[in-house]
Nanobody, 118 residues
Framework: QVQVVESGGGLAQAGGSLRLSCAVS????????MGWYRQAPGKQRELVAAISSDGRTNTADSVQGRFTISSDNAKNTVYLQMNSLKPEDTAVYYC????????????WGQGTQVTVSS
């Protein structure tokens, strides 16, 4: 009964920006972390950025300085501000939510396509 819904993906030109949103609703106990992952064709899914409930963030080297993750805990929403986009950023971006304290449950959104043209 937990829903994870991403939005904000689309087409952008190199050097452009996009802002992704991920809203979580349903049977939520407590959110430990929320993160963004991406998967390009033929490649494994990789972590882009994550944020914990206390505001700590972790960002992949490949997007450091370009992408910023943030959250609104009151809205159970996480954002990914993507600036200076590169064609290499083209991928399906997934939101992952980890719930619980001792018992940890993970939920994934359906993904949102980000395409960056040269």
């Amino acid at each position: 009964q937990v829903q994870v819904v991403e939005s904000g993906g689309g087409l952008a030109q190199a050097g452009g920006s996009l802002r992704l949103s991920c809203a979580v609703s349903g049977s939520i106990a407590s959110i430990n972390t929320m993160g963004w992952y991406r998967q390009a064709p033929g490649k494994q899914r990789e972590l882009v950025a994550a944020i914990s409930s206390d505001g700590r963030t972790n960002t992949a080297d490949s997007v450091q300085g370009r992408f910023t993750i943030s959250s609104d805990n009151a809205k159970n929403t996480v954002y990914l501000q993507m600036n200076s986009l590169k064609p290499e950023d083209t991928a399906v971006y997934y939101c992952k939510v980890s719930l619980g304290l001792v018992l940890r449950l993970h939920y994934w959104g359906q993904g949102t396509q980000v395409t960056v043209s040269s």
